[in-house]
């Protein structure tokens, strides 16, 4: 069985290639660098692309055969990255060969779209090689495991620091549970695919001549977790052990956990309900490490409950061009009339030294203040202009221009890619969108423990 949870992701605007787009990447508000320094005080390890466990399956391997062929003088220390990024392209393609029989939710390779192009139009037959025209993606190495993949792995005591080279961790667990599963004489063993990711080109049918060797690999990068392959990927990537030694992430898991298990929401990403469920739990708990979760949660609901109108109106003003504030303002006050009895500005205090502590300066926790202040009271032509603000004030920081001003009392849009409508009402509460690396950790541990394929 598999874990069925959709990628995180973002839940409002913007139609972005999943291959190639990473979220947050313009982030005109900044906010990205504040809600992940809140999400790490929680999820130290994961971040929200690395949610497919298979995706660390190949980014060991890969790093193990490259790391072996440097050594043996196979390939030159400065080739390193290309037997990986073949070996990255032969696990693909052996995964879609095989996904009908392995139930491979092959939706989370990266790549996916041209792997099955190429796979179908080369009929089975495939070319591997690192130069630009084998890569399977307009940028392997950056896009791929390699650049999306190896700080959570370095983070979780998978790669050495130097991203040279797996841990003694990594690879105990690879020689005793993985290499002897692919050493068999009728493909070759080890050497055949040592021999296929040193050599510059060559052809592979992973369902063809090949089909011993992608048949197995397949396998390897299966749905199931037999008991060896569950307790390593839970020690290094759910419970978090190599980045929070107290244990917090560890116990953050074992809410989730619980939680999910009788609300039956393993499909449901992680979101607002499920944080103030576990919140609540961890605060009417005298345990040490509750008493941190519950702190940390009750701040992130607190940020969030602010971060999402404010990038909501932002977005909603970016489809506004020459419109006058009044209007817009007016617009926003006929949909959320009232709608924030919810937001509390002496708890927003609380979350202020850590606010200013992310940012390395006092300006946008300022302005956060106000921005909710003014949302509570309804004075949406206000929150209009302090979101404005904040978008010149963050691009200022990056010697860059302001996407959205206010001219002549009206909105003048610069530069957008993205635009939305404000959500519901009554919707605000709970909505969720920064993520805080919480939804990845969900996601893992469902996958890790098989989780919600029943659900």
Not at 59 to 64: A, D, I, K, W
Not at 161 to 179: A, D, G, I, M
Not at 182 to 209: H, N, T, Y
Not at 254 to 280: D, Q, T
Request: proline share 4%.
């Amino acid at each position: 069985m598999s874990a069925t949870l959709p990628i995180e992701g973002s839940f409002f605007f913007t139609d972005v290639d999943p291959e190639v787009a990473l979220k947050d990447s313009r982030d005109p508000l900044g906010f990205q660098p504040l809600w992940s320094h809140f999400g790490r005080k929680l999820v130290g390890n994961l971040t929200t692309v690395t949610t497919s466990v298979r995706g660390f399956t190949t980014l060991l391997l890969g790093h193990y055969l490259a790391s072996h062929l440097v050594e043996s003088g196979g390939v030159p220390a400065a080739e390193y990255i290309e037997p990986f990024l073949r070996f990255e392209q032969i696990a693909a393609y052996s995964r879609i060969a095989w996904a009908k029989e392995t139930g491979d939710a092959v939706g989370n390779i990266r790549g996916i779209r041209r792997v099955e192009a190429r796979f179908k139009n080369g009929h089975g037959r495939v070319r591997i090689a690192a130069d630009r025209d084998g890569q399977i993606l307009s940028n392997q190495k950056t896009y791929g495991l390699w650049g999306l993949y190896s700080v959570a792995a370095t983070s979780s005591g998978l790669l050495q620091p130097s991203r040279l080279s797996v841990t003694s961790r990594s690879t105990t667990f690879l020689e005793k549970n993985v290499l002897p599963v692919l050493d068999q004489r009728r493909w070759g063993g080890i050497d055949a695919l040592l021999r296929m990711v040193s050599a510059s080109e060559c052809f592979f049918e992973p369902a063809g001549k090949d089909k011993a060797l992608g048949r197995t690999l397949a396998n390897l990068h299966g749905p199931e977790f037999n008991q060896s392959d569950g307790d390593f990927y839970s020690t290094h990537l759910v419970d978090g052990r190599y980045c929070h030694p107290d244990g917090r992430q560890e116990r953050l898991w074992s809410h989730m956990e619980r939680y999910n298990n009788i609300h039956r929401k393993w499909r449901v990403p992680f979101g607002m309900v499920e944080l103030s469920a576990i919140c609540s739990e961890c605060g009417a708990s005298n345990d040490k490490l509750d008493q941190v979760l519950a702190e940390w949660l009750g701040k992130i609901r607190t940020l969030e409950r602010v971060l999402v109108p404010a990038e909501q109106v932002f977005d909603f003003a970016l489809g506004q061009r020459g419109q006058s504030v009044k209007t817009v303002a007016a617009e926003l006050s006929r949909q959320w009339h009232g709608a924030f009895d919810h937001l509390d500005s002496s708890l927003f205090l609380d979350v202020v030294p850590a606010v200013n502590e992310a940012t390395g300066e006092t300006e946008t926790s300022t302005r956060l203040k106000a921005i909710g202040s003014s949302l509570r009271e309804g004075r949406f032509e206000e929150v209009l202009r302090l979101v404005i603000q904040h978008n010149e004030f963050v691009m200022q920081r990056r010697s860059g221009g302001a996407w959205v001003a206010i001219k002549n009392d009206q909105i003048e849009v610069r530069y957008s890619d993205q635009a939305g409508e404000p959500t519901e009402a009554a919707d605000l509460p709970d909505a969720w969108r920064n993520t805080y690396f919480l939804n990845a950790l969900k996601s893992v541990g469902a996958s890790v423990f098989m989780k919600g394929a029943q659900q």
